[in-house]
Structures are given as C-alpha cells and as structure tokens.
C-alpha cells in the first residue's frame, strides 16, 4: 500500500531533493505540498500534479506522513502538530534552531514515528564504511575536514558557524558519532568567521578531531572522515558518496517506517542528541572568556 505522503516546504531543498523522491518512490503517494509562500506552493504542486494546499492542517487532512523541508527553527511547531495527528514524520537536520525547541520535537515525536534526513546514513558507501570498514581498523581516533563556501548571513560573525547547521555539519558529526561512540565531550577553537576546529571525546575512550572552514569565496566542497586503529585507516568522502541512491534509500525506509511503524535508529532522538552537540561547540566558541 503506498504511503500518502504531504510536502512541508517549497525552497530549494524541497523542490531538488524531496519533491522528486517523492514523486518517483513506488512506495509513496504524493499528497500534496504546502509552505508559507502560495506563489512557490502552487508552482511546486503544480509540476508535479499534487494538490497545493492553503493552510498546514488541509495537508495533515489528506496524508499519512509529512516530509519537511523549513527551516530549523520553523520545524519544531510544525512537527509537533503532525505528531499530535500520529502522522509519521521525515525530519530536517538540525532538527530545530535551538536546544529547547530540539527538545520539545523530541518529546512530540514519541507520539509517532520519525526519521532524519541525514543523507549520508543512506549511502551504500558510507554504510558500507561503518559496518565494514571502520571496525577492521580497531579504531582509537578519528580526524575530519569540512570545507564549504560561506553562505549568506546578516550576522558574519557566524558565518563559520552556519557550517555545523548547513548540509554538511550534521551529517559529519552524525557520522563521527556513528564511527567512534556517543560524543560525551566536546571542546571547540578558533573563530567563527572562518576556520575552526572540535575535539570531541566518545564513549568507550575514543576521541577526534574535525576541522571546519568556510570561505567566502567559491570552493570545491569537502567532508572528509579517516579512521585510524591498530588495523589500519578508513576513509569516506561524505560528499562524493550521496548521489540519487541514498535519497531514495532514504525514501523506501521511511515509507516502511511509516506503514509497519517502526523505530528508526535516525529518529528524533538521534536529532536531538546531534543538537546538543552542535550548541555545545558553538557555546564553547562564542562565550569564551
């Protein structure tokens, strides 16, 4: 049976990742879409011959699950009015703008079922490093790169930091997390207008190192992990690895989530986990003495 799935969202993000996936995902009925904005709503819905709804709770009439693609801190309210109605929820990361609505998404979700769209997880790449690669090296520590161009913030003074909440942030430090242990530890350095670093220590007595820059001139993207053990090195390329294949991975496994109401290890919880760590480096940057 396939899920009837409502788009939440009309931006980029939406309409080149999820409003495609959706569409061809044998697996999913495309409901419909709403956002703020009935210009791009009705645009976006028409391409794909789904309804444009006028209001949030219309959508929520007419789906099973709700995809969203907003803003962090736009998601936490929007979500917890899904989750009241039990619908299954695909979630954007960071899962909210600050720790507190991270919080209340995850106490919502427990209604329901959730996922997080953190691409790199459904990867065959990457999952094949985790499950294969990493645990031949015995690893002790780890080391990451993200480099990425900086984007459009009226506040410069972050515009480093908006890498950790960007399309590369979470991802690393999810897979960071993923490949070493829970993150129990974590102490940051450098500026946030440009190039920082994070050292991170994990359950289990492991411990890495991430560094991160954003330029403000056009780069090559990077994000890169290496592992290293007694056995050896692991490395994956975060962002040569996420093509088409992991997005509709992604798909197929939260329309099972949806139907069969599993738990999903990328649930809200997960969500909420990566949000404390991303404001526990940004405390440790911004209020230092």
Do not use: N
């Not at 917890?80 to 960071?94: F, M, S, T």
């Not at 996420?242 to 990328?266: I, K, P």
């Amino acid at each position: 049976m396939a899920i009837a799935i409502g788009l939440v969202g009309a931006g980029r993000r939406a309409a080149e990742v999820h409003a495609p996936a959706i569409a061809a995902c044998p697996e999913a009925r495309f409901a419909g879409v709403w956002a703020r904005s009935p210009g791009a709503t009705q645009a976006l819905a028409e391409r794909y011959g789904v309804p444009a709804s006028g209001r949030f709770e219309d959508l929520l009439d007419h789906c099973e699950a709700v995809v969203f693609a907003v803003p962090p801190p736009v998601q936490p309210y929007l979500a917890e009015v899904a989750a009241r109605q039990d619908k299954a929820l695909l979630l954007e990361r960071p899962v909210a703008g600050d720790l507190a609505g991270a919080e209340r998404l995850a106490e919502a979700a427990e209604r329901t079922v959730s996922q997080l769209a953190l691409l790199w997880r459904y990867s065959a790449t990457v999952r094949h490093f985790l499950t294969d690669a990493v645990p031949k090296t015995f690893p002790q520590g780890a080391s990451g790169l993200v480099v990425t161009t900086a984007p459009p913030d009226p506040r410069p003074w972050r515009r480093g930091l908006s890498v950790l909440r960007g399309d590369l942030g979470p991802d690393l430090l999810d897979l960071l997390d993923a490949a070493l242990g829970r993150v129990i530890g974590v102490h940051a350095h450098g500026q946030p207008t440009g190039w920082f670093g994070m050292m991170f220590e994990h359950e289990g007595g492991t411990y890495s190192e991430i560094s991160m820059y954003t330029s403000p001139e056009p780069v090559r993207e990077r994000a890169e992990i290496e592992v290293f053990g007694s056995g050896g090195v692991a490395a994956v390329d975060g962002v040569a690895a996420v093509g088409r294949e992991a997005v509709d991975t992604m798909y197929r496994e939260f329309t099972d989530t949806a139907e069969h109401r599993r738990r999903h290890e990328l649930d809200a919880a997960r969500g909420l986990h990566l949000q404390q760590v991303i404001e526990a480096v940004e405390s440790d940057l911004l209020h230092r003495d």
